[in-house]
């Protein structure tokens, strides 16, 4: 069928933190330099906490959730990852292993360091 092949490895899933945990996540990583607030560590069910993925305090506060400073934010946010595929590269070797889900605390969900997160992993993991 048209549209339904997958690249190798698992589904790249983003949710939010305050969305319930669902058995089809697959492996859960927080990817915000900050703890959600309000949410218990026991409630996320998370595999890891990658806070060093997030973008970097600076360019976050630039940004500050404005769309109409998105575009500059995601081209700003994929120049740090290419500079610390360390950050990254355990996301993508768990997204090679099964499914993932990015966990985030925006309340914009269009908007946000887990949607360009989920971009460049998806870039890497079909050439994986």
Request: glycine share 8%; hydrophobic share 40%; proline share 5%.
């Amino acid at each position: 069928m048209a549209g339904t092949h997958r690249p190798s490895g698992g589904l790249i899933r983003i949710k939010r933190a305050y969305d319930a945990v669902e058995a089809s996540d697959g492996e859960r990583f927080l990817v915000d330099r900050l703890w959600p607030r309000g949410v218990k560590k026991e409630a996320l069910h998370l595999t890891g906490w990658q806070r060093d993925v997030a973008p970097s305090t600076e360019l976050r506060q630039w940004f500050g959730h404005d769309p109409a400073r998105w575009a500059e934010f995601q081209q700003r946010y994929q120049a740090e990852l290419d500079q610390k595929p360390e950050s990254w590269q355990p996301l993508l070797e768990a997204a090679v292993r099964g499914d993932v889900t990015l966990v985030y605390g925006a309340k914009d969900t269009q908007h946000n360091d887990a949607v360009v997160l989920k971009a460049y992993l998806e870039t890497r993991l079909t050439n994986a």
